[in-house]
């Protein structure tokens, strides 16, 4: 049998305090939207994937372009929230991204749950034509 350990409150409370800093939900994210908060919504899964359906206003960055300068400079920006998405809550491609686009100065959060929560959630998505 697994002894449980009790964590410290001092490490639990930095670590929600920092997850919260750097991951948003879906309705979070939804709302943000709506009200007009300086927010870049960027999916980074597949081209494929993003045509058959994403987030409202989300541009495709997939990850074979992530290391074109042009492509980064076109679709991210450094003077609102990039959040980042990718396939599910279990995928790490987000997160991946994210250390990439902050070495090159770019703010970023994560959305939690990825493209699944959105649209399991039923929010609304576009489908490319």
Request: aromatic residues 12%; positive net charge; hydrophobic residues 40%.
């Amino acid at each position: 049998m697994t002894k449980m350990k009790i964590p410290s409150a001092a490490k639990s409370k930095k670590y929600f305090q920092d997850k919260m800093s750097f991951t948003t939900g879906p309705v979070e994210l939804e709302r943000w939207v709506k009200q007009g908060q300086p927010v870049n919504i960027v999916d980074v899964r597949a081209a494929e994937d993003y045509a058959e359906g994403h987030i409202p206003a989300a541009s495709n960055l997939p990850k074979d372009q992530w290391g074109n300068a042009k492509q980064l400079k076109a679709i991210l920006r450094k003077d609102k929230i990039n959040v980042l998405y990718c396939y599910s809550h279990v995928c790490h491609l987000a997160a991946s991204a994210a250390i990439e686009f902050t070495k090159k100065g770019y703010p970023v959060m994560e959305l939690d749950g990825g493209w699944r929560w959105w649209k399991d959630d039923g929010f609304e998505f576009e489908v490319e034509k």
